[in-house]
Nanobody, 115 residues
Framework: QVQLVESGGGLVQPGGSLKLSCAAS????????MGWYRQAPGKQRELVAI???????NVADSVKGRFTISRDNAENTLSLQMNSLKPEDTALYYC?????????WGQGTQVTVSS
């Protein structure tokens, strides 16, 4: 079984920064993909950014240039550095792990961008 635990969410003013972290534990294969999705009230869950175990990234256009995804394979941790935050970034952010053939999700961490 795999567990994902997110941390780092909170309330921040527009233009501010936050860093989300996700710690994965359990039976994790060396070749996998990890990432962040988000879901705002009344909207569908959407991809924010994803990174493979080899470091290949895919970042949503809406956050490109503002958010940076990174991972530590030795520690099985995932991070999302979010800069220049906007009110439209407000959402519940979920950590994701694709551990072929299973997919796992964290419980989510709330990010609220408001003045």
């Amino acid at each position: 079984q795999v567990q994902l635990v997110e941390s780092g969410g909170g309330l921040v003013q527009p233009g501010g920064s936050l860093k989300l972290s996700c710690a994965a534990s359990g039976r994790i294969f060396s070749i996998n993909a990890m990432g962040w999705y988000r879901q705002a009230p009344g909207k569908q869950r959407e991809l924010v950014a994803i990174i493979s175990s080899s470091g290949i990234t895919n970042v949503a256009d809406s956050v490109k240039g503002r958010f940076t995804i990174s991972r530590d394979n030795a520690e099985n941790t995932l991070s999302l550095q979010m800069n220049s935050l906007k009110p439209e970034d407000t959402a519940l952010y979920y950590c994701y792990l694709y551990n072929n053939p299973e997919t796992y999700w964290g419980q989510g961490t709330q990010v609220t961008v408001s003045s």
